[in-house]
């Protein structure tokens, strides 16, 4: 390439001072951390057992109209139909799910009586109204499990008011049941990230329980218990967005390149990439970090891949790009500095290329001109350091 595409004193010269000031702004580019789901829509998939006055993203009212059975009875088991909102699809995505319940329920003095007219047998709980809120999960070893959060609302005949109680089980091995304040409505959270779920209740601050091990959640159950009626508010489904999971390892891969350390920098990145946290981010990261260390090609190949994944807010990756194609002798990266907001237009001007066309400095070959093997050691991507 002719020098007035590309002399490499000035070159470094710039590198080296641009490379500093635009690295740390890179995360602030990128889009939210938490984005909605199920929310065009109610994101409650509700039973046929139950009836549903009302079902759309700001509300649902459930009615349990069903008895439970001789046999639940007497072993004082559930038999309760649910609402549900299905996370399955979203593998192992960090979610923030978040609602409201209501008990609309009125229990009366009566006790529990067997009523057998017209030939069936139904046993009634006219004294209780029971629910529950039910949390299914798949472990790292890959088993299927769920937690439940059970609530009762009592008219207890020797008292006034109603009561709640409530009693937490593991995998449907019921513990003691035990009293906790009453609250007409109680608020939900179920936040799933790093292998963990905290589930937490009353007003949505009060930690439950912490269960580890957690590869994923399956679903989130409201169940109402015979003759109960719910009305489920405020209904939040949030899931981290890929950026949102991939920002420790930018924020390692940051701190590498402050400290100069590229080679721990592309790790890192590579690392997210693995595991499909695939972004403009973490290829941008990774092309400069590649640059920074002379490996021009391989800068190229992530740097596209980066400019692919944005809509916009695209001009480091195509300033890195285009240093790296000059890098490289290719003087269509003058092309690729001109979308490289001030900066690659300042490096234009500066070296008297605003002018330039791309292509001019290209050889003319023939189809009997013998190609040349040549070998670099930019052709191929560097091994990473562990």
């Not at 759309?56 to 639940?72: F, L």
């Not at 549900?84 to 995505?93: A, D, V």
């Not at 009634?124 to 299914?136: C, L």
């Not at 790292?140 to 008292?159: E, L, V």
């Amino acid at each position: 390439m002719s020098k007035l595409i590309f002399n490499s004193s000035v070159m470094m010269k710039v590198v080296t001072t641009w490379t500093l000031l635009l690295m740390f702004p890179v995360i602030s580019l990128s889009q939210n951390v938490w984005e909605s789901f199920g929310t065009s829509s109610s994101p409650w998939s509700i039973s046929t057992d139950l009836e549903c006055a009302i079902n759309t993203p700001s509300k649902v009212d459930i009615y349990n109209m069903n008895y439970p059975s001789e046999d639940n009875v007497k072993n004082k088991t559930w038999s309760v139909c649910s609402a549900s909102i299905n996370t399955s699809n979203y593998n192992e995505s960090p979610l923030d799910i978040a609602f409201t319940i209501k008990n609309l329920s009125s229990p009366t003095n009566n006790s529990l009586y067997l009523n057998t007219s017209a030939g069936t047998t139904k046993w009634y709980y006219s004294n209780e109204r029971y629910w529950k809120v039910q949390i299914n999960y798949t472990t790292t070893s890959g088993q299927s499990k769920y937690y439940d959060m059970n609530y009762s609302t009592i008219k207890d005949s020797n008292k006034d008011s109603t009561y709640h109680s409530s009693n937490y089980s593991d995998n449907g091995n019921s513990s003691k049941w035990e009293s906790i304040t009453w609250k007409n409505n109680r608020i939900f959270r179920v936040l799933f990230d790093d292998n963990k779920i905290n589930i937490f209740d009353q007003n949505g601050d009060n930690l439950v329980k912490t269960i580890y091990g957690v590869k994923k959640i399956n679903s989130v159950r409201v169940g109402a218990g015979p003759g109960t009626q719910l009305w489920i508010t405020n209904t939040s489904c949030q899931k981290m967005t890929i950026y949102g999971q991939s920002q420790q390892y930018l924020q390692r891969a940051e701190n590498y390149m402050a400290n100069n350390n590229p080679s721990a920098a592309v790790s890192e990145m590579t690392t997210a990439i693995n595991k499909e946290l695939k972004c403009y981010d973490t290829y941008l990261m990774r092309g400069i970090a590649y640059y920074v260390q002379g490996y021009y090609k391989s800068a190229i190949e992530d740097l596209s891949s980066a400019i692919n994944y944005s809509a916009n807010n695209k001009e480091m990756a195509y300033y890195y790009r285009g240093m790296s194609k000059l890098a490289l002798n290719d003087d269509y990266g003058i092309s690729d500095l001109r979308n490289g907001g001030q900066n690659g237009l300042a490096f234009l001007r500066e070296n008297n290329l605003m002018n330039y066309t791309p292509g001019q400095n290209k050889k003319k070959t023939t189809t009997n001109t013998a190609k040349k093997k040549t070998t670099s050691s930019q052709s191929k991507k560097p091994e990473l350091k562990k």
